[in-house]
């Protein structure tokens, strides 16, 4: 693409951004104003031939380009003209249906007058005389918008797209499908590649009536109205007049479930919606999983000579599911002919998502009883967030390696590879990946070395880790503010909390050295008091614009070969061993803070199974964390909550209970005593924290006695609505009220509800105004009003939220159940 028109583009973007800050819709803003002037272009060109403009004549033609820019027109006027015009230009009847496809629910999301016109002079400044240059612009502008996450969607990396259709070898004669189309990637890279086998002497030797049934043959289907707009607009500036886009949902309607066709490459959605697809029922394989679907339908859809390709989750290649197991038994039966893996990071920044080839013959599948399999270590670009390009690239190869065996297919004869070839491929046989019923298609399983047995190799973590220290504080110019994480971001589950991040200046020559890239490694080498833990890990996941760097108590771990080590196989197996109490060993103490001796940290040694057994514990621990995330969601969440009503009634709480004082000196009692503290109360579920278990005589200052029944509410600000229904006895602290209700007006269990309610716990703190400590009195406290239901209606009111709690308790089982799957399931690799 030449410099200028990818300048435009770049403006254009940076124009909007105030304005429109998401990247899809600076993309749709672009597209309907290129094709805007497109249509004007036309019309001028047309005139200028002695015709007649079409595309904005009659009513329409006060929405012409030249119009909407005369220099009488107004900046206000300018932003209603051409908001108006983009939403009237699909009704104009001078139009054909393509455009008005493209213009379907356009709208200008922002009113301000500066940034239109600056927008659409850059627009302006487009010429439509090299549309080739054009539809590389359009590229680069499709390259830099952001991958729909949420549902599941990445952009497809330009160079595995041209690998997938190399290797396919689509033909001008042949039909072709993406039923997930996107931008159109795979659809306008098959043209491309049948346009260039079918090159003479530089020129195309395809005459007109092959041209129009070669676009005619292309076909793509997506669910997104927003991508069928991107993808015709960018099939016309390649070529396309009448491009054959389809809004349609491919799992869930039948209407073109009789459409077959001779080449199939998708790059489909990975990620299933709440609840799951529901499909209909002509599926062969029956699942609410759009990745499983989506490959049956590819599958099933291949005419009788088809050949396909779609990118996979690593989920397709070994989950133990029934609908997995039946779908690659298929595959493998009738289908499948190669498995391609690539690495971890070839969807970054979007994703780290591990993700595998899989390749689809009719034809070749019959005449083997073997299995391709290819491992892409390299693919020409480093796997950071950034994907720059390195001189490492296994495609090339592995594309002559495909060739190679297809060749040795078609002529039944044998093949062999050579040395450089043998270190990313290997053929198995189909009867020894179904002899155990799981038709696992991890390649490297299959190789003899890798049987999986728990024992592999150990290496130091020093031979595979970059270490690096802090980011100190800048005092030198220039400085810059970035984000530095703390201990105090680590989360339990060895991730990072980002809701508290500090923000600090630093020297400006420090930031590219240390700061933190997608998949790296932050430990604790750290702390402070006698109880702070140190060796601590957290793995960083982010691949925002933002700079985030890390503490001085903090050291930096980046993987130094990804093609060896996964970073988050390595981040579980730090995380296992600080639980197992590692770390303590490796500590010592200067000046009461502890430090973890790095030196011999970085001697501790972990075992190095083969990337592809790393990525698939991976897989199955990040499964088990999601299963922990959403218990964790509902515990954390939950609140009882209960409509009060006003036929009830109100009441001085002093009128139902009564504040307890019985002072205790602990040092006359003796053994253990069960003592509570107010950081021992959850204040959102009114449970006990920590532990309560004390040896009575090492309880130096006076407390309060409670007995079972009692209500423990904490009258020391900030901890107002700290509550605790008492269903043990013992001691507490004197900042907590000790109540005793009377449980002829009242359910105790049901008043420490009540306690907790937001709406009475402000009405407490509005009785701290003035006060000189932060602490409610009785004499405040028991003239609070509070709602008295009858004890039958406090019963039914207790018994929901008891049937409710017994959810809540089953969520934290599970929490308990899969964390202790995680700690197994790295136990395994030490044999233990």
Same mark, same amino acid.
């Given at each position: ?23 899809? @819709? ?24 002695? %015709? ?36 009237? =230009? ?5 139009? &054909? ?37 054009? %539809? ?7 390259? *830099?918008?952001?991958?729909? %996450?949420?549902? $599941? ?6 160079? *595995? ?66 991508? =069928?707009?991107?993808?015709?607009? !960018? ?7 009448? &491009? ?33 697809? +529901? ?49 690659? /038994? ?20 979007? @994703? ?10 009719? !034809? ?17 670009? !480093?796997? $950071? ?20 065996? +297809? ?37 490297? +399983? ?23 220290? #802090? ?47 997608? #998949? ?83 001697? =501790?040694?972990? &075992? ?21 995330? #959403? ?17 009830? #009634? ?31 109360? @959850?204040?959102?579920? $009114? ?26 509410? %904490?009258?020391?600000? &900030? ?25 002829? /007006? ?23 105004? $003035? ?40 969520? /934290? /089982?599970? *929490? ?17």
């Amino acid at each position: 693409m030449d410099i200028d028109t990818k300048r435009k583009i770049d403006t254009a973007r940076d124009i909007l951004v105030g304005k429109v800050p998401d990247p899809k @819709s600076q993309v749709e803003q672009i597209t309907i104003a290129l094709i805007y002037k497109f249509m004007d272009d036309m019309d001028k060109q047309s005139m200028e031939l002695g %015709g007649k403009a079409i595309f904005f004549a009659g009513e329409y033609e006060k929405y012409s380009w030249s119009k909407i820019f005369d220099p009488r027109v107004s900046g206000f006027e300018l932003v209603n003209l051409y908001s108006e015009a983009i939403q009237k =230009v699909n009704h104009n009847p001078n139009i &054909p249906q393509l455009f008005r496809e493209i213009f379907k629910n356009a709208y200008l999301p922002y009113r301000d007058p500066e940034t239109l016109k600056m927008f659409l002079k850059i627009i302006g400044e487009f010429e439509y005389d090299h549309s080739e240059r054009l %539809g590389d612009a359009y590229e680069h502008l499709l390259s *830099i918008m952001n991958s729909q %996450g949420d549902a $599941g969607q990445f952009r497809t990396p330009r160079h *595995i797209i041209d690998f997938m259709v190399e290797v396919v070898d689509p033909q001008k004669t042949e039909t072709i499908l993406d039923p997930a189309c996107g931008t159109a990637g795979f659809l306008i890279f098959s043209y491309n590649h049948i346009l260039n086998q079918n090159k003479v002497d530089g020129y195309v030797n395809l005459n007109p009536e092959e041209r129009a049934r070669l676009t005619e043959n292309i076909v793509g289907y997506d669910i997104s109205p927003d991508m =069928v707009r991107i993808a015709l607009v !960018n099939m016309y500036l390649h070529e396309f007049q009448n &491009p054959k886009i389809y809004e349609y949902d491919t799992l869930t309607s039948e209407d073109r479930w009789n459409d077959y066709f001779d080449i199939i490459l998708a790059n489909p959605p990975f990620m299933s919606p709440r609840g799951g697809i +529901r499909p209909h029922k002509r599926f062969s394989i029956q699942s609410k999983r759009s990745e499983v679907l989506f490959v049956d339908y590819i599958a099933e859809h291949l005419a009788p000579q088809g050949r396909g390709a779609v990118i996979v989750p690593e989920g397709i290649i070994f989950q133990s599911g029934i609908a997995y197991k039946k779908l690659r /038994k298929n595959l493998i039966d009738n289908f499948l002919y190669a498995v391609v893996s690539l690495p971890a990071g070839v969807f970054n920044p979007y @994703s780290g998502v591990k993700t595998s080839i899989l390749f689809l013959n009719k !034809n070749l599948a019959k005449k083997t009883d073997s299995i391709l399999f290819i491992r892409i270590n390299n693919d020409g670009f !480093n796997l $950071g967030a950034q994907r720059r390009k390195i001189r490492e690239n296994d495609l090339p190869l592995a594309l002559e390696i495909m060739k190679k065996y +297809r060749q040795s297919l078609n002529k039944n004869g044998d093949i062999l590879f050579n040395t450089t070839e043998a270190k990313l491929a290997h053929i198995v046989k189909k009867e020894k990946i179904t002899e155990n019923g799981d038709y696992n298609l991890s390649g490297d +399983r299959y190789k003899e070395t890798l049987v999986y047995s728990g024992k592999w190799g150990f290496v130091a973590l020093g031979d595979i880790c970059e270490f690096k220290n #802090g980011l100190w504080k800048g005092t030198k110019e220039p400085l810059k503010i970035i984000n530095i994480l703390r201990n105090t971001n680590f989360t339990k589950d060895g991730f990072l909390d980002f809701s508290n991040v500090a923000m600090h200046p630093v020297e400006a020559r420090y930031i590219d050295d240390k700061k933190l890239i997608y #998949g790296d490694i932050i430990l604790e080498k750290s702390g402070g008091g006698p109880t702070q833990p140190v060796g601590r890990v957290a793995i960083f996941c982010k691949n925002d614009e933002q700079i985030y760097s890390y503490s001085n108590f903090t050291s930096r771990i980046r993987v130094i070969d990804k093609s060896r080590v996964n970073p988050f196989y390595l981040w579980r197996c730090l995380h296992y061993l600080h639980f197992k109490g590692m770390t303590k060993r490796l500590q010592n103490r200067t000046s009461g803070i502890r430090n973890l001796d790095l030196n011999a940290y970085k001697a =501790v040694r972990i &075992p190095i199974p083969p990337l592809e057994i790393q990525e698939q514990i991976v897989v199955e621990l990040e499964t088990y964390q999601k299963i922990i995330d #959403g218990a964790r969601q509902v515990v954390e969440n939950y609140k009882p909550t209960f409509k009060t009503d006003p036929s009830w #009634g109100m009441i001085g709480i002093g009128n139902i209970c009564k504040n307890i004082k019985r002072i205790i000196d602990p040092k006359k009692l003796s053994g253990q005593i069960n003592y509570i503290g107010l950081e021992n109360i @959850s204040k959102n579920t $009114g449970e006990l924290l920590g532990s309560i278990n004390s040896e009575a005589p090492s309880i130096k200052s006076m407390k309060l006695e409670f007995k079972k029944k009692n209500v423990l509410y %904490g009258k020391l600000r &900030p901890n107002l609505n700290k509550v605790y229904y008492a269903d043990i006895e013992g001691i507490c602290s004197t900042d907590i009220m000790v109540l005793m209700f009377n449980e002829n /007006k009242s359910i105790p269990k049901f008043y420490s509800l009540i306690l907790r309610e937001q709406w009475f716990n402000q009405k407490v703190i509005n009785g701290l105004e $003035g006060a000189q400590l932060p602490r409610i009195s009785w004499e405040y406290f028991k003239n609070l009003k509070v709602p008295l239901p009858p004890i039958e209606m406090q019963e039914i009111i207790l018994k929901k939220i008891e049937n409710e709690q017994k959810i809540i308790d089953s969520n /934290k /089982k599970l *929490i308990e159940i899969y964390e202790q799957k995680i700690k197994n399931k790295v136990a395994e690799l030490w044999n233990e």
